[in-house]
């Protein structure tokens, strides 16, 4: 059977988010047939949330220089063949297909903003304070004013290795964050703030789970999740162990410049 808007509303409704400000991450396969696609997901979840953001990133839009600040978590001067497919930042610029195509489809509604970061933007509707809380040197502000206002996370068929609001954690526990580059129409613009490796971070779902609302929709497995208890758990968790949820690849440069602390 095939998931419907009717079907798909009704189930969105009792979720109860109602209330609360979302940011999604959407894998829309997970589900199985969604008559409709990705505009029936978004037309039945829209209601039955207070505002909905998703992240909108763009990594084409990165370059890797040929020298630049130290412990980096970037191999300088690598990256050539990448630099030269690189495309410049513009407001429409679709949104990364590694996000899946459901915050493509959201950023594409008419009701529709989006925040002006060259690789972190974020899309959404009723989240204009949240946006426009994003700078170059703070990519993540857009989540914290989310966290602030009670938000939840919402994931949709995937799982923590998605979930954003952990980099947020991250970032207040004092974890080493990133510099980066991006190609716009204005030069090459520097951006700070750019989180570690997500890899790891599935180890976290026992310690959420007390405050994780669980329910299947479909084929997918959906998770609510509030904010700040979240971000309160990964915070406890990064300052007695600053080497936590990192990932096991031995060459993850992020996770290593981490581990090499
Ligand atoms: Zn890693």
């Given at each position: 059977m095939p998931l419907t808007y009717a079907s798909l509303e009704e189930t969105f409704g009792q979720l109860r988010l109602q209330q609360f400000p979302v940011l999604a991450h959407a894998s829309l396969r997970a589900f199985g047939h969604v008559e409709g696609g990705a505009e029936t997901l978004l037309s039945a979840l829209l209601p039955n949330v207070a505002a909905l953001m998703m992240p909108t990133h763009t990594y084409n839009t990165m370059l890797t220089p040929r020298i630049g600040p130290p412990n980096n978590g970037i191999t300088y001067g690598q990256q050539q063949d990448l630099?030269?497919?690189?495309?410049?930042?513009?407001?429409h610029l679709p949104a990364d297909r590694m996000m899946g195509i459901l915050p493509e489809a959201l950023r594409q509604r008419p009701e529709a903003l989006r925040s002006m970061h060259p690789i972190q933007s974020f899309a959404g509707v009723n989240v204009k304070r949240a946006l426009a809380a994003q700078t170059l040197q703070d990519p993540l502000a857009p989540i914290r004013l989310l966290a602030e206002s009670e938000g939840r996370i919402l994931l949709l068929g995937?799982?923590?290795?998605a979930n954003t609001t952990i980099h947020l954690a991250e970032k207040l526990a004092g974890r080493r964050q990133f510099t980066r580059w991006a190609l716009t129409p204005e030069g090459v613009v520097q951006t700070e703030g750019f989180p570690g490796?997500?890899?790891g971070f599935q180890?976290?779902?026992?310690d959420v789970e007390a405050f994780t609302q669980?329910?299947?929709?479909?084929e997918a497995e959906v998770l609510v999740i509030p904010m700040r208890p979240l971000i309160e758990t990964v915070y406890k968790?990064?300052?007695?162990?600053?080497?936590?949820?990192?990932?096991?690849?031995?060459n993850c440069e992020r996770c290593n410049e981490v581990r090499n602390l």
């Open positions: 630099n030269k497919m690189a495309e410049f930042y513009h407001p995937v799982d923590h290795t490796c997500s890899a180890a976290l779902a026992p669980r329910t299947k929709i479909g968790r990064l300052k007695r162990n600053p080497k936590d949820l990192l990932c096991s690849n031995p």
